[in-house]
């Protein structure tokens, strides 16, 4: 008769899910981890059929040679439009800083270096509702680290946190020790593109809250700024009783009627231009997808722009490093992701109801108000969808504090969580 099978092969693969999702490291050459490019990863995950396990599978990123060679050409040949002599920024980004962002691509930039950075992480995805999420899981040596997911926006990545991760996961002090878990958007990065409509800020948080199930975490903190905010927004008020606390640096939520909100240096410097890309892409996001998928530099111009007016004090030149913001702008090229990112704006627009509280938060929330942010709430109306317990003006920093004052992001991060542990 037949030979029941043994627990020890099972328990051998739940040894090595747990290793990998819980902290071992995947060195080099290890035969359990996919080498994954950008399409899924044909190899088998080591563990197996296991319920609920087999849905979380390691990832490495290992872009084809042939995707970095079309690059090359296509860079190349850039075709680049004219100019009106002097005019600088009133028209967009100028023509020489886009050149200049070209010729360095092409002879400095190497993404491989960059590559290897993202790799030291562990990384995993994962489908939720048919949609692939990609994450980095970096876990804490410290036993009392709390979780914590940190959820960026548009036009970023999670190369926006790589200058924290370090900070947040490894301090000396095991009371501001965090395991990370950070995702990229669906619809941007390694998660790949959206093929449904219907992926609002709302459904995010629920499909994250899923991931972090996936993870075993009971309790977890979450932070975001941009898109990431108003997911985070969401998490906080769909699972009150799984999120310990909210922390955000951008709070944006409707003044009571007759009241504005308090001005910001971005509005009184930028004016109603600074929205052109959200009506586009709100409206449009198809029709922008084609220069944003089909040409790296137009990619290249529509995003740094963007790095350069949302950052603090912006001169002819942005502060933040050029390798930096092209590795950013290589999650979306080597994925083919413009298109499919810009669709978040769209779903916004068909879904309003997604981007602010339905019912207040009792989560308690802490807000990071840097002097450059692009828009900013008065604290009374944000009590009325948070329960505020931290409001923090700092000061330095935009819209994109974790990459420009990494120090202070850090430190307020730690400030709100250490009595929430």
Same mark, same amino acid.
């Given at each position: 008769? @037949?030979?029941? $099978?043994?627990?020890?092969?099972?328990? !051998?693969? %739940?040894?090595?899910?747990?290793?990998? =999702?819980? &902290?071992? #490291?995947?060195?080099?050459?290890? @035969?359990?981890? $996919?080498?994954?490019?950008?399409?899924? !990863?044909? %190899?088998?995950?080591?563990?197996?059929? =296991?319920? &609920?396990? #087999?849905?979380?599978?390691?990832?490495?990123?290992?872009?084809?040679?042939?995707?970095?060679?079309?690059?090359?050409?296509?860079?190349?040949?850039?075709?680049?439009?004219?100019?009106?002599?002097?005019?600088?920024?009133?028209?967009?980004?100028?023509?020489?800083?886009?050149?200049?962002?070209?010729?360095?691509?092409?002879?400095?930039?190497?993404?491989?270096?960059?590559?290897?950075?993202?790799?030291?992480?562990?990384?995993?995805?994962?489908?939720?509702?048919?949609?692939?999420?990609?994450?980095?899981?970096?876990?804490?040596?410290?036993?009392?680290?709390?979780?914590?997911?940190?959820?960026?926006?548009?036009?970023?990545?999670?190369?926006?946190?790589?200058?924290?991760?370090?900070?947040?996961?490894?301090?000396?002090?095991?009371?501001?020790?965090?395991?990370?878990?950070?995702?990229?958007?669906?619809?941007?990065?390694?998660?790949?593109?959206?093929?449904?409509?219907?992926?609002?800020?709302?459904?995010?948080?629920?499909?994250?809250?899923?991931?972090?199930?996936?993870?075993?975490?009971?309790?977890?903190?979450?932070?975001?700024?941009?898109?990431?905010?108003?997911?985070?927004?969401?998490?906080?008020?769909l699972r009150p009783d799984r999120a310990l606390g909210l922390h955000v640096n951008l709070m944006n939520v409707p003044p009571p009627a007759g009241e504005d909100p308090p001005p910001t240096p971005w509005r009184r410097r930028i004016g109603?231009?600074?929205?052109?890309?959200?009506?586009?892409?709100?409206?449009?996001?198809?029709?922008?997808?084609?220069?944003?998928?089909?040409?790296?530099?137009?990619?290249?111009?529509?995003?740094?722009?963007?790095?350069?007016?949302?950052?603090?004090?912006?001169?002819?030149?942005?502060?933040l490093s050029m390798d930096l913001m092209l590795t950013n702008v290589m999650l979306y090229w080597v994925n083919r992701t413009g298109a499919s990112s810009s669709r978040l704006y769209w779903e916004r627009r068909q879904h309003m109801e997604t981007t602010?509280?339905?019912?207040?938060?009792?989560?308690?929330?802490?807000?990071?108000?840097?002097?450059?942010?692009?828009?900013?709430?008065?604290?009374?109306?944000?009590?009325?969808?948070?329960?505020?317990?931290?409001?923090?003006?700092?000061?330095?920093?935009?819209?994109?504090?974790?990459?420009?004052?990494?120090?202070?992001?850090?430190?307020?991060?730690?400030?709100?969580?250490?009595?929430?542990?």
């Open positions: 008769m @037949p030979v029941a $099978p043994s627990v020890a092969p099972v328990t !051998s693969q %739940v040894q090595t899910f747990c290793s990998a =999702i819980l &902290g071992g #490291a995947f060195p080099n050459g290890n @035969p359990n981890v $996919p080498l994954c490019g950008i399409q899924p !990863s044909s %190899v088998a995950s080591p563990v197996g059929s =296991i319920p &609920g396990v #087999a849905d979380i599978e390691p990832y490495r990123i290992d872009v084809p040679d042939d995707v970095l060679a079309d690059l090359t050409e296509r860079l190349r040949r850039t075709r680049f439009p004219d100019e009106v002599p002097g005019i600088g920024w009133k028209h967009g980004l100028p023509l020489g800083y886009l050149q200049e962002i070209v010729r360095y691509w092409l002879e400095d930039y190497d993404w491989r270096v960059h590559e290897a950075r993202l790799n030291r992480y562990q990384q995993f995805t994962t489908t939720v509702e048919g949609q692939r999420i990609h994450f980095l899981h970096v876990r804490s040596r410290h036993q009392t680290a709390i979780p914590l997911f940190l959820i960026h926006g548009w036009p970023g990545s999670l190369v926006e946190f790589l200058d924290v991760i370090g900070p947040l996961a490894g301090p000396d002090d095991p009371a501001d020790a965090f395991h990370l878990v950070v995702p990229s958007l669906p619809g941007y990065g390694f998660s790949g593109t959206v093929t449904e409509t219907g992926w609002t800020p709302r459904r995010i948080a629920a499909a994250f809250g899923q991931i972090a199930d996936r993870l075993g975490y009971q309790r977890y903190g979450v932070q975001g700024g941009d898109w990431g905010a108003l997911v985070s927004y969401n998490m906080a008020e109603r231009a600074g929205g052109g890309y959200e009506a586009i892409q709100g409206t449009r996001p198809q029709t922008i997808g084609y220069l944003l998928d089909d040409s790296p530099a137009g990619l290249a111009a529509w995003i740094i722009e963007k790095f350069h007016e949302w950052t603090e004090g912006p001169d002819e030149r942005c502060g602010v509280p339905q019912r207040r938060v009792t989560v308690p929330t802490g807000v990071a108000n840097f002097p450059g942010e692009l828009t900013r709430s008065h604290r009374a109306s944000a009590e009325r969808y948070f329960n505020i317990v931290r409001w923090t003006e700092l000061p330095r920093g935009g819209h994109f504090p974790s990459m420009e004052v990494p120090d202070l992001f850090v430190g307020d991060v730690r400030e709100f969580f250490r009595p929430l542990r």
